[in-house]
């Protein structure tokens, strides 16, 4: 009877202090909370157009607008985890891009004309709004796979505007500006990989597209990052992201379309408890 009371004491023993090293191995994998804050150096190509009056409207690339091609970006994201198998998210994503060109051709932008010779301001921004619930289909000491979905909701606003003269000394100015906001369904898929107690590997693969009455829309977008825990709350950590943007507004409401993609490395820093 005391031989089984000390063998069955060394293998509780044994299981708590497995345990234990298999909840503290990395300690974000046993977090409830976790917020996010990340600047993102993006490198951006794509099109727009808008026609008003049911007419299609004509692709312009943005490069022919003046917008420039690489910019500065954030995001801030939460992470809600009450129990081991489901996480709840959500968060915000910006992109601004503008820029000013003398136009080497006639366009038309929801339905105002941009001459040749006209020097054009464009303003774009993008912002992506996320809301998502995932749960766990893998896990193991070191690695966890979420699978999941939720909506991202796109805000577009495109602003072009030149200066009309209208007199000698006198001026006005022409605008046209047009603003989209779309919610899209969104699968996605996040893995995470502890090489060490204080390095760790992650990606997000998200994607699904859409189509409902003269409208459809497509979001893509993958995302890697690696992290070096440096206390027990907080990390750092360096990443990459591709995200692909299109979105047709139907000609009933005014042709408006939006066909983007943006990638580029990402610095993030992360507090959990």
Same mark, same amino acid.
């Given at each position: *009877?005391?031989?089984?009371?000390?063998? *069955? #004491?060394?293998?509780?023993?044994?299981?708590?202090?497995?345990?234990?090293?298999?909840?503290? =191995?990395?300690?974000?994998?046993?977090?409830?909370?976790?917020?996010?804050?990340?600047?993102?150096?993006?490198?951006?190509?794509?099109?727009?157009? !808008?026609?008003?009056?049911?007419?299609?409207?004509?692709?312009?690339?943005? @490069?022919?607008? @003046?917008?420039?091609?690489?910019? !500065?970006?954030?995001?801030?994201?939460?992470?809600?985890?009450?129990?081991?198998?489901?996480?709840?998210?959500?968060?915000?994503?910006?992109?601004?891009?503008?820029?000013?060109?003398? *136009?080497?051709?006639?366009?038309?932008?929801? #339905?105002?004309?941009?001459?040749?010779?006209?020097?054009?301001?464009?303003?774009?921004?993008?912002?992506?709004?996320?809301?998502?619930?995932?749960?766990?289909?893998? @896990? !193991?000491?070191?690695?966890?796979?979420?699978?999941?979905?939720?909506?991202?909701?796109?805000?577009?606003?495109?602003?072009?505007?030149?200066?009309? !003269?209208?007199?000698?000394?006198?001026? +006005?100015?022409?605008?046209?500006?047009?603003?989209?906001?779309?919610?899209?369904?969104?699968?996605? *898929?996040?893995?995470? =990989?502890?090489?060490?107690?204080?390095?760790?590997? +992650?990606?997000?693969?998200?994607?699904?597209?859409?189509?409902?009455?003269?409208?459809?829309?497509?979001?893509?977008?993958?995302?890697?990052?690696?992290?070096?825990?440096?206390?027990?709350?907080?990390?750092? #950590?360096?990443?990459?992201?591709?995200?692909?943007?299109?979105?047709?507004?139907?000609?009933?409401?005014?042709?408006?379309?939006?066909?983007?993609?943006?990638?580029?490395?990402?610095?993030?820093?992360?507090?959990?408890?």
């Amino acid at each position: *009877m005391k031989y089984w009371t000390h063998a *069955m #004491g060394i293998l509780s023993l044994a299981f708590a202090i497995t345990q234990a090293q298999a909840q503290s =191995y990395h300690p974000q994998m046993g977090v409830t909370h976790t917020f996010t804050l990340g600047s993102f150096y993006q490198d951006a190509d794509g099109s727009v157009r !808008s026609a008003a009056n049911g007419q299609p409207g004509k692709a312009i690339d943005l @490069g022919d607008l @003046g917008v420039t091609d690489d910019y !500065s970006s954030w995001l801030l994201d939460y992470s809600y985890r009450p129990n081991e198998n489901w996480r709840f998210s959500a968060g915000a994503y910006t992109f601004h891009g503008d820029g000013t060109r003398t *136009m080497s051709s006639d366009i038309d932008f929801g #339905g105002v004309e941009f001459p040749v010779g006209s020097r054009v301001d464009t303003d774009l921004e993008v912002n992506t709004y996320m809301a998502d619930a995932m749960y766990r289909v893998y @896990g !193991s000491e070191r690695a966890e796979i979420f699978i999941g979905g939720g909506f991202h909701v796109l805000d577009v606003t495109i602003d072009l505007s030149r200066d009309k !003269s209208i007199g000698e000394n006198t001026s +006005s100015r022409s605008r046209s500006i047009e603003d989209l906001t779309a919610p899209l369904p969104n699968l996605r *898929m996040q893995a995470f =990989y502890a090489l060490s107690p204080k390095w760790a590997v +992650s990606g997000t693969v998200g994607w699904l597209s859409l189509e409902y009455g003269d409208s459809e829309g497509a979001f893509h977008y993958v995302r890697a990052r690696t992290s070096y825990r440096l206390t027990e709350r907080f990390d750092i #950590g360096l990443g990459y992201q591709y995200i692909d943007v299109d979105f047709t507004r139907g000609r009933s409401r005014g042709d408006l379309g939006l066909d983007a993609q943006f990638r580029g490395p990402s610095l993030t820093t992360t507090y959990s408890f």
